[in-house]
């Protein structure tokens, strides 16, 4: 049950991501997000018109979320050391108990129709992170950095697939390194250690 001092919007929200985060979007019901919320069906569909607007609502949170956290990473670190980082945060989330692969991954294989509000969600998502990596990419001289920022992005993917299916141990190491590769074989000068 969730706190009962969140405004009643936000209570639906964090009761979904939770819940969708430890189970999966499609297997957790409206109804389940309801009482989970300590809510009614009318307060739900007065906030949310669909359990689709619901995830809508998550996926764009989680995006905010992640926007905060990469700004924040920008103001204080070049390009290459932010990139560091991002892999550096994948790589550990991959690694950690309980993880269920990436949420937009996940959210796009649960929700695979194009013109999917759900889809569109995960497409601002990856149009987001690709536009993030390609800016970073150019600022370090790479080549090609749109090239190059759909191999990073594969790699991540790949990943957060690994750490889900395989064995995460080796998670960050791999993905830091693959990555320094891949970025090495497209700038002209050396990236620093």
Not at 83 to 108: E, K, M, Q, W
């Amino acid at each position: 049950m969730m706190n009962a001092q969140l405004p009643v919007r936000e209570r639906i929200l964090a009761s979904a991501t939770r819940l969708f985060d430890t189970t999966s979007i499609r297997s957790v019901s409206a109804d389940r997000v309801i009482s989970d919320a300590g809510t009614t069906k009318v307060t739900f569909y007065r906030h949310f018109q669909s359990k689709d607007h619901l995830v809508v609502a998550y996926l764009d949170s989680q995006l905010e979320q992640l926007k905060t956290v990469v700004a924040r990473e920008r103001m204080d670190r070049d390009a290459c050391a932010v990139l560091l980082r991002l892999a550096t945060v994948n790589g550990t989330a991959a690694c950690r108990p309980g993880f269920r692969g990436c949420t937009f991954i996940n959210a796009a294989a649960e929700y695979p129709a194009e013109g999917n509000p759900v889809r569109d969600a995960v497409d601002r998502y990856r149009t987001w992170l690709h536009g993030v990596v390609a800016e970073l990419l150019d600022e370090l001289g790479a080549d090609q950095p749109d090239v190059v920022a759909d191999q990073l992005i594969m790699l991540r993917d790949g990943a957060m697939v690994h750490g889900f299916m395989g064995d995460a141990s080796a998670v960050t190491r791999s993905l830091v390194t693959a990555g320094r590769a891949i970025v090495a074989a497209h700038v002209r000068t050396p990236l620093p250690a």
